[in-house]
């Protein structure tokens, strides 16, 4: 099982970027799905979470700019940043919970993107 991520790149401060993370291999099911972060010289942050029903969560410091969802079709899950500040800059790691046929669930981490906001 790997995940994949896209879409990071140099963006102004208040412009918007969209990523992507796609799961691929021999998965069974995947639960909760969800976006990281890591600053330079910082740990990395929880951004947002996504369950298989849809349910969302968001850090206080991305809410109401941030959107994370989900196509459980393809096996991918997005993040919207809109409204994007120099704070935003890191790089983005996806998450998920994820079943493989005949294993239980156990947490898959993709290799991050890398988001730049310049003021």
């Known amino acids: 099982v790997q995940l994949q991520a896209s879409g990071g790149g140099l963006v102004q401060a208040g412009g918007s970027l969209r990523l992507s993370c796609a799961a691929s291999?021999?998965?069974?099911?995947?639960?909760?799905m969800a976006w990281y972060r890591q600053a330079p010289g910082k740990q990395r942050e929880l951004v947002a979470t996504i369950t298989s029903e849809l349910g969302t969560n968001y850090a206080d410091s991305v809410k109401g700019r941030f959107t994370v969802s989900r196509d459980n079709a393809k096996n991918t899950v997005y993040l919207q940043m809109n409204s994007l500040k120099p704070e935003d800059t890191g790089v983005y790691y996806c998450n998920a919970a994820i079943s493989r046929p005949g294993w239980s669930f156990r947490f898959y981490w993709g290799k991050g993107t890398l988001v730049t906001v310049s003021s």
């Open positions: 291999g021999s998965i069974a099911s995947i639960n909760d």
